[in-house]
């Protein structure tokens, strides 16, 4: 009868306990609008002689984010309004930079990136994976993302990569032409 007292009155008191400590909740899911006036996709191309820049405008977009997570989303790249930024370079690149031994905006004027996974590598940083697809082909990208305050409110997040375009399908210029482009994503969400 003791033993039985003993542990009704020690469970007794782990309940009482346990009625002052915090409750933990987790924050709903929540989908993010991509802001398109903000959000855009930088980029440096070099050749042997010189470089060129520019960006692409993103035309719409969304991110999921679950407590304070980005758990996945999907952005419109518009490769139509695609800019050219250094004076070198100017409405001679940009024209090329359409064409089919680019981008092909006539048949493609978008590219979509959906994200498959993300892997939070720190409170701020993350390894996204996802799928790029860019004149009809789908092909793996991987991103490391900077991000900032995802949550309800909005997000920023940002990333440097370096793409290998010959591996996405654009080969124009290889050995004159950088395989590689360094592209500066910038997203803004709320």
Do not use: C
């Not at 469970?11 to 959000?39: C, R």
């Not at 590598?121 to 009809?136: M, P, V």
């Amino acid at each position: 009868m003791k033993k039985a007292l003993l542990m009704l009155s020690g469970a007794a008191l782990i309940l009482g306990m346990s009625s002052f400590m915090p409750i933990k909740t987790k924050k709903p899911a929540t989908t993010l609008t991509v802001n398109a006036e903000k959000s855009r996709i930088d980029w440096v191309a070099a050749k042997k002689t010189d470089f060129h820049t520019g960006y692409f405008p993103i035309k719409s977009g969304t991110v999921n984010v679950e407590d304070g997570k980005i758990t996945g989303g999907k952005f419109v790249i518009d490769l139509a309004n695609l800019k050219v930024t250094d004076p070198g370079g100017g409405d001679g690149l940009t024209g090329h930079l359409k064409r089919a031994d680019f981008f092909d905006v006539e048949k493609f004027n978008e590219a979509v990136y959906e994200i498959s996974s993300v892997n939070y590598t720190s409170d701020a940083t993350a390894d996204i994976s996802g799928n790029l697809t860019l004149k009809g082909v789908s092909f793996p990208v991987k991103i490391a993302a900077q991000v900032r305050g995802a949550g309800a409110q909005g997000l920023f997040a940002q990333s440097f990569v370096n793409l290998d375009r010959t591996l996405i399908g654009i080969t124009y210029g290889v050995g004159n032409v950088a395989k590689d482009v360094q592209l500066a994503i910038h997203l803004f969400a709320k």
